[in-house]
């Protein structure tokens, strides 16, 4: 099992950036793929990206694409958003999650894939 921390969330103006970071503890990260989704009031949970546990094959929305960056340090136990040129629409709680399975594809995308999930990070950006 693994518990699973976001951190880095806030209040941004429209064209900022925030760096979100997801802090894991419990069985060994590494073995862990990991996925970022999002849910603003009254939507549905959204995917972000994902990443496999060796880091390759990183998966985007499309309104994430050329705007954020997933990465991840397995020595750190830790996985990171960057988000660039943040827009009103990007504001939801943002939520990283972990998936044990073998397997790592597009099916990465839903949130069924998923077995562990943070509490989530409110990130609020004002036009």
């Known amino acids: 099992q693994v518990q699973l921390l976001e951190s880095g969330g806030g209040l941004v103006q429209a064209g900022g950036s925030l760096r979100l970071s997801c802090a894991a503890s419990g069985r060994t990260f590494s073995t862990y793929n990991m996925g970022w989704f999002r849910q603003a009031p009254g939507k549905e949970r959204d995917f972000v990206a994902a990443m496999s546990r060796s880091s390759g094959g990183t998966l985007y929305a499309d309104a994430a694409k050329g705007r954020f960056t997933m990465s991840r340090a397995n020595a750190l136990n830790t996985v990171y958003l960057e988000m660039n040129s943040l827009k009103p629409e990007d504001t939801a709680v943002y939520y990283c999650?972990?998936?044990?399975?073998?397997?790592?594809?597009?099916?990465?995308?839903?949130?069924?894939?998923?077995?562990?999930w943070g509490q989530g990070t409110q990130v609020t950006v004002s036009s």
């Open positions: 999650a972990a998936d044990d399975s073998d397997y790592y594809g597009q099916s990465n995308r839903s949130p069924t894939k998923y077995n562990y």
